[in-house]
């Protein structure tokens, strides 16, 4: 398997634009998670799913932020409208089971101007 | 939720000695620990976890002690080498049924030769 797979690794865009950031999981894994990382927040936890379902999103910061998981081997994470400060590393990982290692993606790295 | 304070935030240690990292954690419910390194500009990378169940676990140089009373574990890296500079994340299960990985603000390792 080639690992948890993120496209793309970097996005430049202007404020106010639609971001969706995309990733494909390890296949057989069950859990998908999408965290995101800057130098003040480390890393959060913005939602999680289990077989396609989201269990926990509490983590997403407001209304801006959507994720979606259409099947087993793939989910988006959607910015609208994207602003500055949603800037970061954001890093999609999965899982086999909870409590087990996550693998995490490569990650992309956002900016927004 | 859970929490994890993650200690200290930088370490420098000359080569060949050894480097602690402490951790605690605020859900008595959590039951996985896992801890992760991160090189500049790549992804997290699991090294060492733990379990509940057991109070220490080791491999090779990296140990890894874990106090369930006291809600605090704690990573140990014996003879470090230039190649363990690095970022390192601690990490708790929590939340609603123990099951959202929660992350530590993570250490910035320096190994001097």
């Known amino acids: 398997d080639a690992g948890v797979i993120q496209s793309p690794r970097h996005e430049v865009t202007e404020m106010g634009q639609e971001v969706t950031l995309r990733c494909k999981p390890i296949?057989?894994?069950?859990?998908l998670f999408w965290y995101r990382q800057t130098m003040m927040r480390g890393l959060e936890l913005l939602i999680y799913?289990?077989?396609?379902?989201?269990?926990?999103d509490s983590g997403m910061p407001e209304d801006r932020f959507s994720a979606k998981m259409p099947n087993a081997s793939f989910s988006t994470l959607k910015i609208q409208p994207s602003e500055p400060r949603d800037s970061a590393v954001y890093f999609c990982?999965?899982?086999?089971?909870?409590?087990?290692?996550?693998?995490f993606g490569q990650g992309t790295r956002l900016t927004v101007v | 939720g859970e929490n994890v304070e993650q200690h200290p935030s930088t370490l420098s240690v000359q080569e060949g000695d050894s480097a602690v990292i402490k951790c605690t954690y605020s859900?008595?419910?959590?039951?996985?620990f896992p801890w992760y390194k991160q090189e500049l500009g790549k992804r997290p990378q699991l090294i060492i976890d733990i379990r509940s169940n057991v109070g220490e676990k080791k491999d090779q140089r990296i140990a890894v002690t874990l106090n369930k009373t006291a809600k605090h574990f704690s990573l140990h890296i014996t003879e470090t080498q230039p190649e363990d500079s690095a970022v390192y994340f601690c990490a708790a299960t929590g939340g609603q049924g123990a099951q959202k990985l929660v992350f530590g603000q993570g250490t910035r390792l320096t190994i001097n030769p």
């Open positions: 799913f289990n077989n396609n379902v989201p269990i926990d």
């Open positions: 859900d008595s419910a959590s039951n996985y």
């Open positions: 990982a999965s899982s086999y089971r909870l409590n087990t290692e996550a693998f």
């Open positions: 296949s057989g894994h069950d859990y």
